[in-house]
């Protein structure tokens, strides 16, 4: 569905957000390993893969990396990820935490970001806790953050849980973190995306970790 004008928001086990104005842009690329319905949909509103100009990676987990070979595949989408995430993501280094060793192809990460480093109209938000390096995007332009799972909106606004976290101190860190910053909107990996308010609701939620 388009949540803004521009913001195509694919619903796959974990989200993954497509943006659409002078460039193509991917977050995410579901736990599918043949990327079908994100390719799907990329069909249905006439993208194709080869227009992508970035495919970034919130994080290193199977429901957000599994998909990115496929759809990476014959596209020749820069893949963009956190320095950090970057080893996890190419599987150059065995991941150590939660959900255990790795399955995915490993994919070269063209694009190691830093933190506050802006590419391709991103800017990156480091929130590592969740994985070892973690990061949030934010689209300033848009005022929208596309946060992976720093956050989640399952059942009400609130840190994941903990089993899924490799430092369960450092994602609330990276919480309190996130909401330093301003932005109406607000899509993660889990749970429904918001749509106005969206820093003020991680305010209250920083305040009472
Ligand atoms: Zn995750």
Redesign the pocket.
């Known amino acids: 569905m388009e949540l803004l004008k521009g913001v195509h928001v694919i619903e796959t086990y ?1 989200t993954t957000t497509l943006l659409v104005d002078d460039r193509l842009v991917l977050i995410d690329t579901s736990s599918d390993a043949d990327g079908g319905k994100i390719l799907d949909y990329l069909a249905k509103i006439k993208v194709k893969p080869r227009d992508l100009s970035t495919i970034f990676i919130t ?1 290193t ?1 199977p ?2 990396v599994n998909g990115l070979a496929a759809i990476k595949h014959g596209s020749p989408a820069k893949v963009a990820s956190s320095r950090v995430e970057a080893d996890f993501i190419s599987r150059k280094r065995v991941y150590d935490g939660p959900s255990g060793p790795q399955s995915h192809p490993g994919t070269p990460v063209d694009v190691p970001l830093d933190d506050g480093q802006t590419h391709d109209g991103l800017r990156v938000i480091l929130t590592p806790g ?2 070892r390096g973690s990061m949030s995007l934010l689209d300033e332009t848009r005022s929208l953050c596309i946060a ?2 720093a956050l989640n909106n399952e059942g009400g606004l609130a840190p ?1 849980p903990d089993k ?1 976290n490799v430092d369960p101190k450092q994602h609330r860190q990276s919480i309190k973190k996130l909401a330093t910053f301003h932005f109406e909107n607000l899509v993660m ?1 889990h749970g429904a995306p918001i749509k106005g308010g969206a820093s003020a609701k991680i305010a209250e939620l920083a305040k009472r970790l």
């Open positions: 974990a994080h987990h429901d957000h969740h994985t992976g799972d994941m899924y990996g």
